[in-house]
């Protein structure tokens, strides 16, 4: 039997080495992950968006046949599934994982390789959604997915690759919160507290907090759902005791905080754009951060106001009534906070502060079309109809996606070390907001006018044509603007990364490394003593002061394991889907034998031994 | 506990490697139970949504078996004492101890689970399977997730035994071992509260 040992795991003196597209699938290194996940949110946007560009094309005239009904619920129902799941969620938690770590000072997260598997899991769930339209058809049952039309004796076989896909990708997002979490509290570099985070950490924390409980409730859900259509369970079965409303609520006990999931790190890059370049320090930093807070728990206690039309009684909808417009008054106190960070700033009209600038007012349109929807009697009224269409798309569109360009021509030099053209930017930048409120704004018209939503086609009687045309129009502009981004993308990507270490003269620690950014980050790590810390040192004309003495730094190994799991797991889903049951018990199995031994595997790691600079700085 | 010194690590005292400190990964498994929470927190509100629901099968309250639940719950309960006191035998240095306690654990999660076995087998010949009712898919979908919790705990303590036979103890491991000991509480945590809203309540309420 043997005895208490000292510890044996001595690191080795170099990393195990993975060439090629090895490197990548190996790669535990966060900015790595990061790039994959933008890149993949960005592939799965060009999915997205040909869908919905297919509905408005179905949409441009009456009684119109481009599509069959059928294809046009598959095409809404993915549109949906893919901007909320594989594009929103996964754009913005690919910045938490580039720019977090940097901006708090750490050499990584608190556990690479559980990143890597978040990773793989999104990855390969979203292409596992993405192969029913070629094994009996996509889900077509709407991004909800409410029981009873999604029970098998209603839909095909498209929803078992919605509850088994979203499954997949969500215990991946679980882990991302479980993993920033720890990553955010435990791993700051010295000094920096709490109140002295930059903004995009704060709201990267705050989400990760909603993930953590808004993900249990639709797995459960996902799972409840699975198990009726594979075996036959009764959750949602009426006649036997089912109750379909179940769905609806775990749904949007997810559902709701799932919007604040995709919306608050878009609020915290506007953040950190706005005093960018508007050269001024943000405005009301304590009220920003108690404020994401407030919306935070505020967005568990509203759920229902996604059900207003279910008949739940005048008690309950008063209640989700009040409780949502309440969660205006935080929205609203960072909205004037940006704005007083603008007044008596020096703006610079670059195009990462004008997708920012923009995001405020289409922020606020959605925002205030939000407070309308909170009122239960004229939620009756305007309930699925193309109102809630334009104020969904506001706040997803006009906020999210808004947000993540402002993000993407921000962050754009410090992942990539190469800036995006500037002049093309702002061709994309007009085009994508004159393309998007031309499309979106008539639905509000729309809907008020009675058009339901997701409906294939309409009759020409009504009135409808013009501004659905107009809408249709809409589209292909944002349709120009998306391509300029991806010819921006290719002229930037056929240079050398020749960025400046610090382009946009900013303010956090992110911009305080060189570029490229090296593997470890930090060769040592930061003191910490104000908020603001590189632009204060800037000011003062001196380095941030090194908070270690120079030395040998320990790096996680590179591991093929995450992916190995991430493809066990989806081999398992098309095991279920195909009614293999007992290859995909196997299969599940063997996944949970390979995530507990990761659970008693011992990384050695390896060694760096950094050059650095005189003067001992961090950067 | 840990979460404090992380919070509160801001002075010069930070680790020379930063590496993967002991305190990121019981903070990191505080955490995760915390999700843990709402997952079983959303089972158990569906569950006590459906339970009336029996439609033409057999209910709670005929076919729950109090006496012997309650054995089985005491076996559970157990067996969080004997994962404390391996804990305490690894803190005391004493590796022979934390394995004989660890292995006793083990087998009464074995124990739960044979129980588990044992009813479910019972209630299918009662006539209560997944299908038969929402109440039967509530149930099952529950205990069984609650099942498959403890399993995977026996198996990963089986993995730390079998670690600390052939490598023995250091810093690392004991981190681990403690980190599943969290689990395992958690896990008997929730079968107090299903036995006593599921068995308990199932019993007396209808």
């Known amino acids: 039997m043997a005895a208490i040992t000292e510890r044996v795991a001595l690191a080795h003196e170099s990393a195990p080495a993975y060439h090629g597209i090895w490197a990548w699938l190996a790669s535990v290194d966060h900015k790595k992950i990061g790039i994959m996940y933008i890149y993949a949110a960005l592939f799965f946007m060009a999915f997205g968006g040909f869908e919905a560009l297919a509905i408005r094309v179905q949409l441009w005239s009456p009684d119109n046949h481009v599509l069959t009904a059928q294809a046009f619920n598959e095409f809404f129902t993915m549109h949906g599934v893919t901007m909320i799941f594989l594009v929103a969620m996964p754009i913005l938690i690919g910045y938490v994982n580039a720019i977090v770590p940097l901006q708090i000072g750490a050499r990584d997260v608190a556990f690479p390789r559980m990143n890597a598997l978040s990773l793989w899991l999104f990855v390969l769930g979203g292409l596992f959604l993405y192969t029913s339209f070629m094994m009996g058809g996509a889900p077509d049952a709407g991004w909800f997915n409410y029981a009873p039309l999604s029970g098998a004796a209603y839909s095909g076989p498209g929803i078992d690759f919605y509850d088994i896909g979203l499954q997949i990708t969500g215990i991946g997002t679980l882990m991302t919160a479980v993993n920033f979490l720890v990553t955010i509290l435990n791993m700051r570099a010295p000094g920096m507290r709490l109140l002295r985070m930059p903004m995009f950490t704060w709201s990267a924390l705050i989400t990760m907090l909603l993930i953590l409980f808004a993900f249990p409730p639709i797995t459960v859900d996902l799972i409840m759902q699975m198990l009726g259509r594979l075996f036959h369970a009764r959750f949602f079965d009426v006649a036997l005791g089912g109750n379909v409303l179940l769905w609806q609520n775990l749904f949007w006990i997810f559902g709701h905080p799932e919007v604040y999931i995709v919306i608050l790190p878009a609020f915290g890059i506007v953040s950190e754009v706005i005093p960018t370049f508007a050269r001024k320090p943000l405005f009301g930093y304590e009220s920003m951060a108690m404020a994401l807070s407030v919306i935070a728990f505020l967005s568990f206690m509203v759920w229902t106001h996604h059900m207003f039309a279910d008949g739940l009684g005048p008690i309950v909808n008063s209640i989700f009534a009040i409780t949502s417009m309440l969660i205006a008054v935080p929205t609203g106190i960072k909205i004037f906070n940006w704005l007083a960070t603008l007044w008596g700033g020096q703006i610079r009209f670059t195009t990462a502060s004008m997708y920012a600038l923009a995001f405020i007012p289409l922020f606020v349109i959605g925002g205030v079309s939000g407070v309308m929807l909170a009122m239960a009697p004229a939620d009756l009224q305007l309930n699925d109809s193309y109102f809630v269409v334009a104020h969904f798309h506001y706040v997803l569109f006009g906020g999210t996606l808004m947000g993540a360009l402002a993000g993407l021509y921000y962050w754009f030099p410090r992942i990539w070390g190469r800036i995006l053209d500037d002049r093309l930017g702002k061709w994309n930048f007009w085009l994508v907001f004159i393309g998007f409120n031309v499309t979106f704004f008539p639905m509000h018209f729309l809907g008020l006018d009675g058009m339901p939503r997701r409906i294939s086609t309409y009759a020409a009687g009504y009135g409808w044509t013009f501004l659905n045309q107009l809408s249709t129009i809409g589209a292909f502009i944002l349709l120009a603007g998306m391509l300029i981004l991806l010819w921006n993308f290719i002229i930037t990507f056929a240079r050398k990364p020749d960025a400046v270490a610090d382009p946009w003269d900013g303010r956090s620690l992110e911009w305080s490394l060189p570029s490229p950014v090296p593997e470890y980050n930090f060769a040592q790590l930061p003191l910490i003593e104000d908020r603001d810390a590189f632009w204060v040192a800037k000011q003062e004309g001196r380095p941030i002061q090194a908070a270690e003495p120079p030395g040998p730094i320990h790096m996680p190994s590179p591991s093929l394991s995450p992916f190995f799991i991430a493809l066990t797991v989806v081999g398992a889903g098309y095991m279920a889907l195909l009614h293999i049951d007992m290859g995909a018990l196997l299969l599940m199995i063997a996944a949970f034998v390979q995530i507990a031994l990761q659970l008693v595997h011992e990384d050695r790691g390896y060694h760096v031994h950094p050059q650095v600079p005189q003067g001992g700085a961090a950067d | ?206």
């Not at chain 2, 949504?49 to 005929?62: E, F, R």
């Open chain 2, 1 to 206: 506990m840990s979460t404090e010194s992380g919070l509160q690590r801001a002075g010069l005292d930070a680790p020379l490697e930063l590496g993967l400190p002991k305190d990121n990964r019981i903070l990191g498994i505080w955490i995760f139970l915390a999700g843990e929470c709402a997952f079983f927190a959303s089972l158990i509100g569906g569950y006590l949504g459906l339970h009336m629901n029996v439609a033409h099968g057999p209910t709670g309250a005929q076919l729950f078996d109090l006496p012997l639940t309650t054995i089985a719950t005491l076996i559970l309960l157990s067996s969080s004492l004997t994962v404390v006191l391996g804990v305490a035998a690894m803190q005391r240095r004493d590796v022979r101890g934390m394995q004989i306690w660890l292995w006793l654990t083990a087998l009464l999660g074995l124990f739960f689970l044979e129980f588990q076995g044992y009813e479910f087998y019972t209630f299918y010949n009662h006539g209560l399977t997944i299908q038969t009712s929402a109440f039967g898919s509530a149930f099952f979908t529950l205990t069984g997730f609650h099942g498959l919790h403890v399993a995977f705990g026996v198996f990963w303590i089986l993995l730390l035994l079998f670690q600390s036979m052939r490598l023995g103890i250091n810093e690392e491991r004991t981190t681990k071992v403690f980190i599943m000991s969290l689990y395992w509480h958690f896990v008997d945590v929730v079968w107090v509260v299903i036995f006593t809203l599921v068995y308990l309540a199932g019993k007396v309420g209808s």
